[in-house]
């Protein structure tokens, strides 16, 4: 099973949400129905920039607690390596 440390936006440099989850496709559509968090339902954060996959839940898990813990230049600069026009990355999911 493949486990994914994901990243939403609420717009370019807007407010950022870091999550995980083995089902990225169901999980970025529940934010966006505003199912998936209290924090990017209230903030509007539903825009995925930046996707990691991984083997093991372990791993995935650790790496979204040390993502959190990051600044956030840090951050921004993480997506902006894949996707320096943050765009929405959600359509380009295998549903």
């Given amino acids: 099973m493949t486990y994914f440390v994901y990243i939403l936006a609420s717009r370019k440099h807007g407010t950022l949400y870091i999550g ?13 129905i505003g199912k998936g968090s209290h924090f990017a339902a209230k903030y509007k954060v539903h ?18 607690k040390t ?6 230049a840090w951050k921004i600069r993480q997506i902006e390596k894949d996707n320096p026009e943050w765009n929405d990355l959600y359509d380009s999911l295998n549903r």
Avoid: C, S
């Avoid at 993502?67 to 956030?72: A, D, I, Q």
């Fill in 20 to 32: 995980v989850t083995n089902d990225l496709a169901r999980r970025v559509w529940e934010h966006r």
């Fill in 67 to 72: 993502m959190k813990e990051w600044p956030r």
């Fill in 47 to 64: 825009n995925l920039v930046y996707v990691e996959p991984f083997g093991e839940i372990e791993m995935a898990i650790q790496r979204e």
